[in-house]
């Protein structure tokens, strides 16, 4: 089920945004293989697989890539496969004999996705990172925060799954679209700092002609520095978000809260915005956020209450549109975006590591006997589900 039902993934194991595009297409319905190490323990921060929201949806199969038996049944694998994910330092596939030219040698329709930081090349492709420094390295991270303060850590989003597996994934479908006229595969290499460069697009030109200040924080119209697109403490000491840009909006926004319309007129005269936003701060802190929720949400005031990862799964709005799932007792989003036909079914939880080397390995081909070798050999190993 799903837009993707058919669509062969092998996702060699990694952490950040690899794990996440390959759960965007799992999400979708395509039949995902992770192949793990075979030692115990994993990548990343340790967690039992039913936390692991960005593992969901897919089967894994344990293998030691140094051992040549281990390699050449993860070759076998990608054989069959459409698209393999990636998401090592540059060279260290290559290494172990899974680079793109072995991959392609064998199966030439393949699609090779590649996901790091920095990219296969230049001078700092070999350097270890997170998503922090390479969206320090775009701008995006000096863009963001209290303009008298240091920048602020916007979560891994803009780098890891922003600029990161979300581009990934755009790429492999790009790629798949043109094998429909090539026949070929392709390698995609997808870098986190090209993709949060490509998030900037429209900063660069608002600041090529003069409309954003790239020096400055929350200086500009959509960093904060607009006091009509700001957060603001309310009553209860929780927070809400205003973002009435437009004018008719603001109007909207004013007549509701009570705020002087001289402001309305002269929303965007950068003289009046310290006035402005003192004036809002001050009626914000006179209710609550829910008072003011039950007072704004739904208007054209552009309003929402800022909620907290906690709070969000029980919003209404959230309700209704079934935003979230209960996988193996984990509440966690649904998958997105949705179609109007080809819905998939339902995420399931992320497998233990080798739950299933004995089934996708018959799949590929090998008699109960050969994988009890690879087994005993270690070049596999397998788990209980």
Same mark, same amino acid.
């Given at each position: 089920?799903?837009?993707?039902?058919?669509?062969?993934?092998?996702?060699?194991?990694?952490?950040?945004?690899?794990?996440?595009?390959?759960?965007?297409?799992?999400?979708?319905?395509?039949?995902?293989?992770?192949?793990?190490?075979?030692?115990?323990?994993?990548?990343?921060?340790?967690?039992?697989?039913?936390?692991?929201?960005?593992?969901?949806?897919?089967?894994?199969?344990?293998?030691?890539?140094?051992?040549?038996?281990?390699?050449?049944?993860?070759?076998?694998?990608?054989?069959?496969?459409?698209?393999?994910?990636?998401?090592?330092?540059?060279?260290?596939?290559?290494?172990?004999?899974?680079?793109?030219?072995?991959?392609?040698?064998?199966?030439?329709?393949?699609?090779?996705?590649?996901?790091?930081?920095?990219?296969?090349?230049?001078?700092?492709?070999?350097?270890?990172?997170?998503?922090?420094?390479?969206? &320090? #390295?775009?701008?995006? @991270?000096? /863009?963001? =925060?209290?303009? %008298?303060?240091?920048?602020?850590?916007?979560?891994? $989003?803009? !780098?890891?799954?922003?600029?990161?597996?979300?581009?990934?994934?755009?790429?492999?479908?790009?790629?798949?679209?043109?094998?429909?006229?090539?026949?070929?595969?392709?390698?995609?290499?997808?870098?986190?700092?090209?993709?949060?460069?490509?998030?900037? &697009? #429209?900063?660069?030109? @608002?600041? /090529?002609? =003069?409309?954003? %200040?790239?020096?400055?924080?929350?200086?500009?119209? $959509?960093? !904060?520095?607009?006091?009509?697109?700001?957060?603001?403490?309310?009553?209860?000491?929780?927070?809400?978000?205003?973002?009435?840009?437009?004018?008719?909006?603001?109007?909207?926004?004013?007549?509701?809260?009570?705020?002087?319309?001289?402001?309305?007129?002269?929303?965007?005269?950068?003289?009046?915005?310290?006035?402005?936003?003192?004036?809002?701060?001050?009626?914000?802190?006179?209710?609550?956020?829910?008072?003011?929720?039950?007072?704004?949400?739904?208007?054209?005031?552009?309003?929402?209450?800022?909620?907290?990862?906690?709070?969000?799964?029980?919003?209404?709005?959230?309700?209704?549109?079934?935003?979230?799932?209960?996988?193996?007792?984990?509440?966690?989003?649904?998958?997105?975006?949705?179609?109007?036909?080809?819905?998939?079914?339902?995420?399931?939880?992320?497998?233990?590591?080798?739950?299933?080397?004995?089934?996708?390995?018959?799949?590929?081909?090998?008699?109960?006997?050969?994988?009890?070798?690879?087994?005993?050999?270690?070049?596999?190993?397998?788990?209980?589900?």
């Amino acid at each position: 089920m799903g837009p993707l039902a058919g669509l062969r993934v092998i996702e060699l194991a990694s952490i950040g945004p690899g794990p996440f595009c390959a759960m965007l297409l799992a999400d979708q319905g395509a039949q995902v293989v992770r192949i793990d190490r075979v030692e115990p323990g994993g990548l990343g921060v340790p967690m039992p697989p039913a936390y692991d929201v960005a593992g969901r949806s897919r089967r894994s199969v344990a293998l030691d890539f140094k051992q040549p038996a281990g390699r050449e049944a993860a070759l076998r694998l990608i054989d069959r496969a459409d698209v393999l994910i990636e998401g090592w330092r540059p060279g260290v596939a290559e290494r172990l004999g899974l680079g793109p030219e072995d991959c392609l040698a064998r199966n030439p329709t393949l699609v090779f996705g590649r996901m790091t930081g920095f990219g296969q090349t230049g001078p700092l492709a070999q350097a270890a990172g997170h998503d922090l420094n390479y969206i &320090a #390295l775009t701008g995006a @991270l000096h /863009a963001i =925060g209290a303009g %008298d303060g240091k920048p602020a850590v916007p979560l891994n $989003l803009v !780098g890891d799954y922003g600029g990161g597996a979300l581009y990934l994934a755009f790429g492999l479908m790009a790629a798949l679209f043109e094998r429909q006229r090539s026949g070929r595969g392709q390698v995609v290499d997808a870098a986190m700092v090209d993709g949060a460069s490509s998030l900037l &697009a #429209l900063f660069h030109g @608002l600041a /090529a002609c =003069g409309q954003w %200040d790239p020096q400055h924080r929350a200086a500009n119209l $959509l960093d !904060g520095g607009a006091p009509f697109y700001d957060t603001y403490e309310a009553a209860d000491g929780r927070h809400v978000s205003l973002g009435p840009l437009e004018p008719k909006f603001f109007a909207e926004l004013a007549r509701r809260i009570g705020l002087d319309a001289r402001y309305v007129a002269r929303q965007y005269d950068r003289r009046l915005w310290p006035e402005m936003r003192a004036a809002i701060a001050a009626l914000m802190r006179s209710k609550t956020r829910d008072e003011w929720t039950a007072l704004l949400e739904g208007s054209d005031a552009c309003f929402a209450p800022v909620l907290t990862l906690a709070e969000a799964p029980a919003h209404a709005h959230a309700r209704a549109r079934e935003a979230f799932v209960d996988v193996a007792g984990v509440r966690q989003p649904a998958p997105a975006p949705r179609f109007s036909r080809s819905a998939p079914t339902a995420p399931t939880a992320a497998p233990v590591p080798g739950a299933h080397t004995r089934e996708v390995l018959a799949e590929a081909g090998y008699t109960a006997l050969e994988i009890g070798t690879l087994l005993a050999d270690g070049a596999a190993r397998a788990a209980q589900s």
